[in-house]
């Protein structure tokens, strides 16, 4: 079924592949139509509201939750279900299971099922009231329908609850619309809350899934490995050449197809298929499409390599014009195909938005592992390109020096010509492939199919030391182009348009406003401080990313309380230095803190006479990045983030060669050297593992950015993860290969399942490097990750303590403490708020205040409550564990949108002890610091257990060689146990080796032992057989011979006339039949005794010519012979070899039917270190009784002949060191295969 034409297994298999995908897509595709998504919509409503339903069900609980006697297991349950639960008696909130919203309890929506749209999305409202009990108690339920975000980054998307792929856009509304794509949502009894309106061009196609790739990829496999086998029975006898032209015009084909049609099953959409990710040209548009060619061109050559004649192509070129000529298109092709993967490399890692930096683990992407796969893949490919067209120019250029030669000179003239010049690593390149060309004709580092030679690892080490040092160069040039965009779009000033648009607006509110006026007109200390904060809350807090800074000046010029000690004549001379803006109010100037400063003037004006009574100056000076303060990167949108490896950069700014400011710790010099940059715009440096970038951005400013990188770990990390994409590759590959050899038959079963010994200790080796890695990995990873979060947790303690202590001595000073709204006041006023957020930026966390109920009174952080992230309530779990089971202070790890944190919480209580108020620090580090520190440690162990695997493949192979040598000698000895005399075998160490070398010792004695008597036994038997054979052969001629002489004696005695001619012919037969008994004891005596050999060096080309010249005139049969393009010598007995090859010739010409024009080819070529013959015939065949026996002495299926023939000639073979084999097809032809050794691999 696998192995026969037309090959039904692997058909089978591929159509039931493809026939899954396309089914599975579809049904996939039908999930997106309008009325799917509305199904999913009212399936998850539904789900939700049974789960509510069988919550309401149980009353103890329901009854529980106004009494406040739930346990903690309860508490947590109930925030675990699937809607948000909000339990009211009256007007106060008794109970909620969430902080993410707040369901009010609205008397107007009493007793109905709505749709309530609020800052955090859409939700189906129910109101219940709870009638069993005394009191106004009444539930609020919301089931969540659409979850929306202000902002988008990677953990905040806006969604429906029901499913991720539902546009966002889809409209729901109270009331129909009528629309052609509407639908209603309907709750329990059939009620309709509210209609769904879908928009065609807002539904997205489906993306392929994990699942449905991995079907694609068996059904291309699968439909390869059916054509590749159709491909080679329909070819089989036709020429060499034609299989691989077939297989290069599908391959071409399906590219075309793909170019021409674009890709089937929405595969564009994925991020691997999108030219944003890398695109090179036209026709390699996508990582994707490079993907698909590489496998192509692998499946090329992969069957050029393992199923034609490669080493014999150009054998019959024997013209020197010729041959000259084709090495040069070889030498040209080679040359072309090595620049041109060269430069898809290049593109690969400079082009291509795809991170190759691996020394930080957490920050390899699947795109990464997908680079360094391409790599190897583009690297594995060259090397079996450059191995194919280096062994056909040995057949054309016999000299190894001269071919070497014009594979260099090609290489650099092709450089050259195609202007590859800018480029010098490319000539380290080319040096490194003249080298790969080297090792390849040396025939111990000749490539084989065989993946786990030593050979092969050797080639593997080589492999990634180049790729390494490509990798290595090219990600070295890319990330210092990533640092000068990173100076461009960061230290480099710009202006703000949408500021400066926008500030006229702000400037014209702050002229007219009446409390700046009346400060101008009494100014004072307190006035002040309160004019500042009404500003901050009014106009400049919308001024989010500058840092503001407020300079008040009466209309005499003078200093109003400002906290700088600039004056106006300074802040003027900075305005007229600076540029005019869009806006007449806001002045332009670099800023010498490296970002843009704004200076905005503004005078103010009396209400009756247009007189100025003050003038207002607000500095605008661009904060600190996000990632270098304690802003949760919750609250960073995927615009706001910094560029490609930011963090990793230390970097400072001077003015006329003067340190102006700096980041991080990294030891800037005070002043550069006037000759830093040498008259050039920017220079690298590299000292001690930090590569240093100096930069001009503008006449006197120079941006210095330093990023620390370790040279050796970068390598060796990288080589590391090469390494590893190398053996996982090859064990992909040698599975499939065992796939494909169960499926061929039980010959292959047995190569593959049956390991030996040598090959199980290799890998047994290796995996248990592999598996210890796995364990001490995750083991160490754990071990870090706890003893962090307990270091952590200790830490926020210690910052909770600070911070409450702070905050408690700012309220008791403010008598906050004496009655709970003096505490609310207190909480709420704009001055408390200050203060917290400076304890808050002092200790690096955020603290936010509730009161006694769980509200929020004052944060120092409240853009994550402004923009709706999380409601102004406190966690129901934590407030929960505080006032009802009375604990001291509650640690938890905290969840908002997929961002975890560790949260502390406790009670800020009086004198009295009654708790007034809550206290929580969240600390929103999103453990980037953490994931620092594993990826450090997971990088170390990655780079030490490549190490060790690499060390480990190394050692098992001397080590198992150690192990397996006296083994070997063993086998040695038993090649030659005979049973007469054999040598004993010495081993001087007493272990479980020697007991074996011992016992082979004692079975050798007895082998002798029994063969003394087993020879005189058989010597009898052999020679009863002998009689036996020998009587059989001779009773046949004697029979007629005595008929003869009988009938002569009748004749001579009745005196016949004719007794002369009668004599005569009784004579001829008589000699005839003597004749035949000579012939039968030579053959008899041939086979018990061959004559003696002698060894001499024969040239298997002329011996064969020498056998198939005997028919060339031959009308019956007509035979032909392929000559060799190199001599091929082998060590053996002319005169015996003439025989064996005469012998199967006949045997060939013999089994051709008489009716059926005869066919005999011969052929012989050279496989490694030996020569392999093969003699093929288009006779009718060996049937499978016959093919048990044929090297039986006596069988023969002839009328005639001894059957000594073959057994003859296998005789011969093996004591040459040889073997002979067949291979059948009944009524098609067999051919027969004799493998010689060398004369080279023989000495």
């Not at 009756?608 to 949108?637: H, M, W």
């Not at 604990?887 to 949108?897: D, F, G, I, P, R």
Request: glycine share 4%.
């Amino acid at each position: 079924m696998f192995n026969r034409f037309p090959y039904w297994g692997w058909l089978t298999l591929s159509i039931l592949l493809w026939c899954s995908s396309i089914y599975y897509f579809r049904a996939h595709r039908q999930e997106l139509l309008p009325e799917q998504m509305a199904r999913l919509v009212n399936e998850d409503l539904a789900k939700r509201e049974r789960s509510f339903n069988d919550f309401m069900q149980d009353r103890s609980l329901t009854h529980r939750i106004f009494t406040d006697s739930l346990t903690e297991k309860e508490v947590k349950e109930i925030a675990e279900l699937p809607f948000y639960i909000y339990a009211y008696s009256g007007d106060s909130l008794k109970f909620w299971n969430n902080n993410s919203i707040i369901g009010l309890n609205n008397d107007s929506l009493q007793g109905n099922t709505s749709v309530r749209k609020n800052q955090k999305g859409i939700f189906i409202r129910k109101y219940l009231k709870q009638t069993d009990l005394p009191g106004n108690k009444t539930y609020i339920v919301l089931f969540p329908v659409l979850i929306t975000y202000p902002i988008e980054n990677d953990y905040l998307h806006t969604h429906f609850a029901a499913s991720d792929n539902i546009p966002v856009k889809t409209k729901i509304t109270n009331l129909p619309s009528h629309a052609p794509d509407e639908y209603k949502i309907i709750m329990s009894g059939n009620e309709t809350v509210a209609y769904l309106a879908f928009n065609g061009e807002d539904i997205q196609t489906w993306q392929p899934d994990v699942l449905f790739m991995s079907l694609l990829i068996a059904a291309m496999l699968f439909s390869i490995a059916w054509l590749q086998h159709v491909i080679l029975h329909l070819t089989r006898n036709a020429k060499k050449i034609v299989a691989p032209i077939i297989i290069t015009c599908v391959a071409i084909s399906i590219r075309l197809m793909l170019f021409e049609w674009g890709l089937p099953f929405h595969l564009d959409t994925l991020t691997i298929f999108s030219p944003t990710l890398y695109a090179t040209s036209r026709y390699l548009s996508s990582l994707g499409d490079l993907f698909i060619s590489l496998v192509l061109v692998l499946w090329l050559l992969v069957f050029v390599s393992r199923h034609t004649d490669h080493r014999n192509y150009f054998i019959k070129v024997r013209s020197p014009l010729l041959r000259t000529i084709t090495a040069a298109v070889m030498l040209s092709l080679f040359a072309s195909f090595v620049l041109f993967f060269i430069k898809i490399l290049r593109s690969l890692i400079l082009d291509s938005r795809i991170s190759f930096d691996v020394t930080h683990f957490y920050e390899v992407t699947i795109y990464t592992v997908f680079g360094l796969v391409a790599v190897i893949a583009i690297m594995g490919i060259s090397c079996m390109a450059i191995y194919l067209l280096n062994v056909q120019l040995q057949l054309l250029i016999r000299n190894r020096l001269v071919k070497m030669v014009g594979m260099a000179v090609a290489l650099f003239l092709f450089y050259y010509l195609l202007g590859y010049t800018q480029d010098v690593f490319y000539e380290y390149l080319l040096g490194c492939i003249l080298v790969f060309v080297f090792l390849m004709d040396i025939p111990s580092f000749r490539l084989t199919s065989k993946l786990f030679e030593p050979r092969m690892i050797i080639w593997a080490l080589i492999i990634c030391t180049f790729s390494t040092a490509i990798v290595r160069y090219y990600n070295e040039i890319k990330e210092q182009a990533t640092r000068m965009a990173f100076v461009e779009q960061r230290l480099s000033p710009h202006h703000d348009d949408q500021l400066e648009l926008s500030f006229d607006k702000t400037a014209k509110l702050i002229e007219r406003d009446k409390q700046l006026k009346n400060f101008f007109y009494k100014p004072s200390a307190q006035a002040r401080k309160s004019l500042n904060q009404h500003l901050d809350s009014l106009y400049l807090t919308g001024l989010g990313r500058y840092q503001t800074t407020l300079y008040l000046f009466d209309e005499d010029y003078t200093n109003l309380l400002n906290k700088d000690t600039l004056t106006y004549p300074e802040l003027m001379d900075e305005k007229y230095e600076s540029v005019i803006t869009n806006s007449s109010y806001l002045f332009y100037k670099e800023s010498i803190l490296s970002k843009q400063y704004y200076l905005s003037y503004i005078p103010i004006y009396n209400d009756t006479v247009n007189n100025i009574i003050g003038y207002v100056f607000i500095g605008l000076d661009q904060k600190r990045a996000t990632s270098e303060t304690v802003y949760p990167e919750l609250l960073q949108p995927n615009t706001n983030k910094g560029a490609s490896g930011e963090t990793h950069y230390s970097y400072a700014m001077y003015i006329s060669g003067k340190l102006i400011s700096q980041t991080n710790d990294y030891p800037f010099p005070v002043r550069l050297l006037y000759d830093t940059l040498k008259e050039q715009e920017y220079v690298y440096e590299n000292y001690r593992g930090f590569s240093t970038l100096y930069t001009k951005i503008a006449d006197k400013r120079t941006a210095v950015v330093v990023h620390h990188h370790s040279e050796v770990i970068e390598a060796i990390t990288l080589f590391s993860y090469l390494f590893g994409i190398q053996v996982g590759i090859a064990i992909i590959i040698f599975l499939y290969q065992v796939f494909l050899s169960l499926s061929a038959g039980k010959l292959y079963r047995e190569q593959f399942v049956r390991l030996t010994l040598r090959r199980r200790v290799h890998l047994s080796m290796l995996a248990i490097v592999f598996v210890s890695f796995i364990i001490i990995g995750w083991v160490t990873t754990q071990f870090f990750t706890s003893e962090y979060r307990k270091s952590n947790a200790n830490k926020l303690q210690a910052a909770l303590q600070v911070a409450k202590q702070s905050v408690q001595d700012y309220l008791v000073k403010g008598q906050a403490f004496d009655a709970e709204f003096i505490f609310d006041t207190v909480s709420r006023s704009a001055a408390f708020k200050s203060y917290i957020t400076t304890v808050a930026n002092s200790q690096k966390v955020d603290i936010n205040i509730f009161d006694d109920a769980g509200n929020l009174l004052s944060s120092s952080q409240d853009d994550i409550y402004d923009r709706g992230l999380i409601s102004r309530k406190i966690r129901p779990d934590a407030y929960y564990s505080l006032e009802n089971e009375g604990l001291s202070m509650v640690t938890q790890n905290e969840t908002v949108a997929g961002l975890s944190y560790t949260s502390v919480y406790q009670a800020l209580r009086n004198e009295q002890g009654s708790t007034i108020g809550y206290i929580n620090v969240p600390f929103f580090t999103s453990e980037k610091d953490l994931d620092f520190q594993i990826s450090n440690i997971l990088v170390t162990l990655i780079n030490l257990y490549a190490f060790l695997f690499l060390i480990s493949s190394l050692l098992t192979v001397g080590v198992t060689r150690w192990m397996t040598r006296t083994f070997d000698m063993i086998i040695k000895q038993f090649d030659k146990l005979n049973l007469e005399q054999n040598e004993r075998i010495e081993w001087p160490y007493n272990d479980e080796i020697g007991s074996l070398v011992a016992e082979y010792n004692k079975m050798v004695k007895k082998v002798e032992e029994n063969a003394m008597r087993l020879a005189q036994t058989e010597r009898e038997m052999a020679w009863r057989e002998m009689a036996r054979q020998v009587a059989h052969e001779i009773k046949n001629p004697l029979t007629p011979m005595k008929l003869n002489i009988q009938y002569l004696q009748n004749a001579m005695r009745n005196d016949n006339p004719n007794i002369k001619q009668l004599t005569e012919r009784v004579s001829i037969s008589i000699i005839e039949q003597i004749d035949n008994l000579s012939y039968i004891a030579s053959e008899f005596s041939n086979f018990a005794k061959m004559p003696e050999a002698k060894p001499e060096e024969l040239e298997i080309d002329q011996l064969l010519t020498k056998a198939v010249e005997l028919y060339t005139k031959d009308e019956v049969v007509k035979v032909t012979i392929d000559q060799l393009a190199t001599q091929l010598t082998v060590l053996c007995d002319h005169s015996q070899m003439l025989r064996v090859f005469t012998n199967l010739l006949e045997n060939a010409k013999q089994a051709i039917p008489p009716d059926r024009q005869g066919v005999i080819k011969v052929f012989a070529t050279r496989d490694s270190d030996d020569v392999l013959i093969a003699i093929t015939d288009n006779g009718s065949g060996i049937d499978e009784e016959t093919s048990k026996r044929i090297f039986q002495p006596y069988f023969t299926t002839k009328s005639s002949g001894t059957g000594l023939g073959l057994a003859m000639t296998k005789k011969i073979i093996e004591f040459w060191k040889g073997k002979i084999w067949f291979e059948t097809v009944e009524d098609e032809g067999t051919t027969f295969y004799i493998r010689l050794p060398l004369v080279k691999a023989e000495k």
